[in-house]
Nanobody, 122 residues
């Protein structure tokens, strides 16, 4: 069974940095796209960044120049390096893996992690 586990969240002051990690476990043979979403209190979940297995990445405008997404295909892991954090970055950050193939399934599927809380406050 595929599971996504995020880590790296916490409390940081404005202007600070955090690095989020998301590890996908299970009998995984490939992951097409790995994404980071976030959901602030009272707000809808929004995509923050995505990266394909080939390394093509996308960042939403609000985080360009501050966040970097990367992945290690050998470890089925995606990272989100967050710098110059602002209070408006406060949210639960979720990992989403799309197009996951495994040794036991004949189809691909998508999976969500449970999230990690990032709080930016002085």
């Amino acid at each position: 069974q595929v599971q996504l586990v995020e880590s790296g969240g916490g409390l940081v002051q404005p202007g600070g940095s955090l690095r989020l990690s998301c590890v996908a476990t299970g009998n995984i043979t490939g992951i097409n796209v790995m994404n980071w979403y976030r959901q602030a209190p009272g707000m809808q979940r929004e995509m923050v960044a995505s990266i394909t297995s080939g390394g093509n990445s996308f960042l939403v405008d609000s985080v360009k120049g501050r966040f970097t997404i990367s992945r290690d295909n050998t470890k089925n892991t995606v990272y989100l390096e967050m710098n110059s954090l602002k209070p408006e970055d406060t949210a639960v950050y979720y990992c989403y893996a799309a197009g996951v193939t495994t040794t036991s399934d004949t189809y691909d599927a998508d999976y969500w992690g449970k999230g990690t809380l990032v709080t930016v406050s002085s």
